[in-house]
Protein backbone atom coordinates (compact mmCIF):
# COMPACT_ATOMS: atom_id res chain seq x y z
CA UNK A 1 0.00 0.00 0.00
CA UNK A 2 1.19 3.14 -0.52
CA UNK A 3 2.65 5.91 2.44
CA UNK A 4 1.28 8.84 2.65
CA UNK A 5 2.24 11.80 4.80
CA UNK A 6 0.63 15.08 5.97
CA UNK A 7 1.83 18.46 7.09
CA UNK A 8 0.73 19.98 9.29
CA UNK A 9 -0.33 17.29 11.64
CA UNK A 10 -2.23 19.92 14.05
CA UNK A 11 -3.11 23.38 14.02
CA UNK A 12 -4.86 26.20 15.70
CA UNK A 13 -6.08 29.12 13.84
CA UNK A 14 -7.84 31.97 14.11
CA UNK A 15 -11.17 32.88 12.55
CA UNK A 16 -10.56 34.16 9.16
CA UNK A 17 -7.07 33.03 8.33
CA UNK A 18 -6.60 30.03 5.71
CA UNK A 19 -4.25 26.95 6.22
CA UNK A 20 -3.16 24.97 3.33
CA UNK A 21 -2.79 20.88 3.99
CA UNK A 22 -0.33 19.17 1.96
CA UNK A 23 -0.52 15.60 1.21
CA UNK A 24 2.35 13.73 -0.14
CA UNK A 25 2.48 9.92 -1.70
CA UNK A 26 5.31 7.72 -2.34
CA UNK A 27 4.20 6.61 -5.37
CA UNK A 28 2.26 8.02 -8.54
CA UNK A 29 -1.62 7.35 -7.64
CA UNK A 30 -4.40 7.32 -10.01
CA UNK A 31 -6.92 8.83 -7.20
CA UNK A 32 -6.58 11.70 -4.26
CA UNK A 33 -9.85 12.46 -2.39
CA UNK A 34 -9.86 14.97 0.80
CA UNK A 35 -12.64 13.74 3.21
CA UNK A 36 -13.83 15.90 7.02
CA UNK A 37 -14.43 13.63 9.76
CA UNK A 38 -15.73 15.59 12.94
CA UNK A 39 -15.64 14.04 16.51
CA UNK A 40 -17.28 10.77 16.29
CA UNK A 41 -18.80 11.08 13.05
CA UNK A 42 -17.93 9.33 9.78
CA UNK A 43 -16.04 10.49 6.53
CA UNK A 44 -17.89 13.38 4.86
CA UNK A 45 -15.83 13.79 1.49
CA UNK A 46 -15.69 17.26 0.64
CA UNK A 47 -13.55 16.48 -2.81
CA UNK A 48 -11.88 14.33 -5.58
CA UNK A 49 -8.22 15.80 -6.21
CA UNK A 50 -7.66 15.60 -10.49
CA UNK A 51 -4.30 16.06 -11.72
CA UNK A 52 -3.76 19.04 -14.40
CA UNK A 53 -7.82 19.83 -13.77
CA UNK A 54 -10.14 21.49 -11.70
CA UNK A 55 -11.24 19.31 -8.14
CA UNK A 56 -14.73 17.71 -8.39
CA UNK A 57 -16.30 19.28 -5.68
CA UNK A 58 -19.37 17.04 -3.40
CA UNK A 59 -22.72 19.12 -2.37
CA UNK A 60 -22.46 21.57 0.11
CA UNK A 61 -18.40 22.17 -0.60
CA UNK A 62 -17.40 25.07 -3.22
CA UNK A 63 -14.30 25.91 -4.57
CA UNK A 64 -13.90 29.67 -3.00
CA UNK A 65 -13.78 27.65 0.82
CA UNK A 66 -11.61 24.48 -0.11
CA UNK A 67 -9.74 24.91 -3.19
CA UNK A 68 -7.45 22.24 -3.75
CA UNK A 69 -4.71 21.55 -5.93
CA UNK A 70 -3.44 18.55 -7.71
CA UNK A 71 -0.03 19.36 -9.64
CA UNK A 72 0.80 15.83 -10.58
CA UNK A 73 0.58 12.00 -9.42
CA UNK A 74 2.12 12.42 -5.88
CA UNK A 75 1.05 15.12 -4.57
CA UNK A 76 -2.24 17.57 -3.65
CA UNK A 77 -3.07 20.33 -1.53
CA UNK A 78 -6.43 21.16 0.13
CA UNK A 79 -6.67 25.17 1.31
CA UNK A 80 -9.82 25.88 4.10
CA UNK A 81 -10.21 29.51 3.45
CA UNK A 82 -11.65 32.32 5.92
CA UNK A 83 -12.15 29.70 8.87
CA UNK A 84 -14.54 29.60 11.04
CA UNK A 85 -15.09 27.63 14.43
CA UNK A 86 -17.47 25.37 12.22
CA UNK A 87 -14.46 24.47 10.22
CA UNK A 88 -12.62 22.48 12.82
CA UNK A 89 -12.24 18.99 12.25
CA UNK A 90 -9.75 16.49 11.22
CA UNK A 91 -9.16 16.79 7.12
CA UNK A 92 -8.49 13.35 5.40
CA UNK A 93 -6.43 12.58 2.88
CA UNK A 94 -6.50 9.35 0.96
CA UNK A 95 -5.34 7.52 -2.74
CA UNK A 96 -6.95 5.05 -4.18
CA UNK A 97 -4.58 2.82 -6.10
CA UNK A 98 -4.92 0.06 -8.18
CA UNK A 99 -4.92 -3.59 -6.76
CA UNK A 100 -3.46 -4.76 -10.55
CA UNK A 101 -6.93 -6.55 -11.29
CA UNK A 102 -8.19 -2.95 -12.32
CA UNK A 103 -9.98 -2.45 -8.84
CA UNK A 104 -9.11 0.16 -6.42
CA UNK A 105 -8.11 0.42 -2.67
CA UNK A 106 -8.23 3.41 -0.93
CA UNK A 107 -5.63 4.06 1.98
CA UNK A 108 -5.77 7.29 4.26
CA UNK A 109 -2.81 9.54 5.09
CA UNK A 110 -2.89 10.71 9.19
CA UNK A 111 -4.79 13.46 8.92
CA UNK A 112 -4.73 17.13 10.18
CA UNK A 113 -6.47 18.24 13.15
CA UNK A 114 -7.73 21.91 12.59
CA UNK A 115 -8.41 23.93 15.60
CA UNK A 116 -10.16 27.55 14.74
CA UNK A 117 -10.63 29.92 17.44
CA UNK B 1 -31.52 5.10 1.31
CA UNK B 2 -28.36 6.20 1.53
CA UNK B 3 -25.50 4.00 -0.29
CA UNK B 4 -24.18 2.46 2.15
CA UNK B 5 -25.68 2.17 6.44
CA UNK B 6 -24.64 0.72 9.16
CA UNK B 7 -25.91 0.19 12.69
CA UNK B 8 -23.81 2.52 14.49
CA UNK B 9 -23.78 0.00 17.73
CA UNK B 10 -22.03 0.25 20.50
CA UNK B 11 -21.73 -3.52 19.59
CA UNK B 12 -20.58 -5.42 23.03
CA UNK B 13 -18.38 -8.64 22.56
CA UNK B 14 -16.85 -10.48 25.48
CA UNK B 15 -13.16 -11.54 24.75
CA UNK B 16 -12.88 -14.30 22.98
CA UNK B 17 -16.35 -14.35 21.13
CA UNK B 18 -17.13 -13.75 17.84
CA UNK B 19 -17.83 -10.22 16.46
CA UNK B 20 -20.57 -9.78 13.72
CA UNK B 21 -20.37 -6.02 11.69
CA UNK B 22 -22.61 -5.31 9.14
CA UNK B 23 -23.54 -3.26 6.16
CA UNK B 24 -26.42 -2.68 3.85
CA UNK B 25 -25.36 -0.69 0.39
CA UNK B 26 -27.93 0.33 -2.25
CA UNK B 27 -28.18 -0.41 -6.14
CA UNK B 28 -25.80 2.77 -6.66
CA UNK B 29 -22.38 0.90 -4.79
CA UNK B 30 -22.43 -2.80 -5.95
CA UNK B 31 -18.78 -2.95 -7.35
CA UNK B 32 -16.22 -3.56 -5.10
CA UNK B 33 -16.55 -2.94 -0.51
CA UNK B 34 -14.06 -2.55 2.07
CA UNK B 35 -13.60 -2.85 5.78
CA UNK B 36 -11.87 -0.19 7.39
CA UNK B 37 -10.94 -0.37 11.31
CA UNK B 38 -10.29 2.94 13.15
CA UNK B 39 -9.13 3.45 16.04
CA UNK B 40 -9.68 7.08 18.33
CA UNK B 41 -7.81 9.56 16.82
CA UNK B 42 -6.28 7.51 14.59
CA UNK B 43 -7.33 7.66 10.40
CA UNK B 44 -8.83 4.55 9.55
CA UNK B 45 -7.05 1.57 8.46
CA UNK B 46 -7.94 -0.95 5.55
CA UNK B 47 -8.45 -4.43 6.74
CA UNK B 48 -10.54 -6.22 4.31
CA UNK B 49 -11.75 -5.50 0.67
CA UNK B 50 -14.05 -8.48 -1.00
CA UNK B 51 -15.26 -8.23 -4.84
CA UNK B 52 -16.89 -11.46 -5.09
CA UNK B 53 -19.89 -13.08 -3.51
CA UNK B 54 -19.35 -15.06 -0.60
CA UNK B 55 -16.33 -15.26 1.73
CA UNK B 56 -13.11 -13.88 2.35
CA UNK B 57 -11.23 -15.30 4.92
CA UNK B 58 -7.34 -13.10 6.63
CA UNK B 59 -6.72 -14.14 9.57
CA UNK B 60 -9.16 -13.57 12.36
CA UNK B 61 -11.44 -11.33 9.90
CA UNK B 62 -13.50 -12.58 7.20
CA UNK B 63 -15.76 -10.49 5.06
CA UNK B 64 -19.30 -11.85 3.68
CA UNK B 65 -20.60 -10.56 0.54
CA UNK B 66 -24.20 -11.15 -0.40
CA UNK B 67 -25.23 -9.11 -3.67
CA UNK B 68 -28.37 -11.03 -4.27
CA UNK B 69 -29.73 -9.37 -0.46
CA UNK B 70 -26.81 -6.13 -0.47
CA UNK B 71 -25.09 -6.54 1.98
CA UNK B 72 -21.81 -7.23 3.13
CA UNK B 73 -20.75 -8.76 6.82
CA UNK B 74 -17.24 -8.86 8.91
CA UNK B 75 -16.88 -11.42 11.29
CA UNK B 76 -13.52 -11.38 14.01
CA UNK B 77 -12.75 -14.70 15.47
CA UNK B 78 -11.85 -14.85 18.80
CA UNK B 79 -12.51 -11.12 19.94
CA UNK B 80 -9.31 -9.37 21.86
CA UNK B 81 -9.62 -5.93 23.40
CA UNK B 82 -7.66 -4.93 20.69
CA UNK B 83 -10.39 -4.61 18.18
CA UNK B 84 -12.10 -2.28 20.19
CA UNK B 85 -12.70 0.64 17.73
CA UNK B 86 -15.19 1.70 14.87
CA UNK B 87 -15.68 -0.13 12.06
CA UNK B 88 -16.25 1.58 8.52
CA UNK B 89 -17.70 -0.29 5.63
CA UNK B 90 -16.97 1.17 2.52
CA UNK B 91 -18.51 0.23 -1.27
CA UNK B 92 -17.52 2.00 -5.32
CA UNK B 93 -20.03 2.63 -7.74
CA UNK B 94 -18.72 0.68 -11.16
CA UNK B 95 -16.91 3.46 -12.48
CA UNK B 96 -15.05 3.70 -9.01
CA UNK B 97 -15.01 7.06 -9.16
CA UNK B 98 -15.70 7.76 -5.26
CA UNK B 99 -16.01 5.81 -1.77
CA UNK B 100 -19.21 5.57 -0.41
CA UNK B 101 -18.92 5.35 3.43
CA UNK B 102 -21.02 4.19 6.34
CA UNK B 103 -21.12 6.11 9.56
CA UNK B 104 -19.36 3.34 10.96
CA UNK B 105 -20.13 0.63 14.16
CA UNK B 106 -18.01 1.20 17.56
CA UNK B 107 -17.49 -2.31 18.90
CA UNK B 108 -16.13 -3.00 22.32
CA UNK B 109 -14.24 -6.32 23.44
CA UNK B 110 -15.08 -6.32 27.22
CA UNK B 111 -11.40 -8.35 28.68
Known amino acids: SAVISQKPSRDICQRGTSLTIQCQVD?????MFWYRQQPGQSLTLIAT?????????ESGFVIDKFPISRPNLTFSTLTVSNMSPEDSSIYLC??????????????FGPGTRLTVT | QKEVEQNSGPLSVPEGAIASLNCTYS??????FFWYRQYSGKSPELIMS????GDKEDGRFTAQLNKANQYVSLLIRDSQPSDSATYLC???????????FGSGTKLNVKP
Open chain 1, 94 to 107: SVASSTGTSLYEQY
Open chain 1, 27 to 31: SQVTM
Open chain 1, 49 to 57: ANQGSEATY
Open chain 2, 27 to 32: DRVSQS
Open chain 2, 50 to 53: IYSN
Open chain 2, 90 to 100: AGVPYNFNKFY
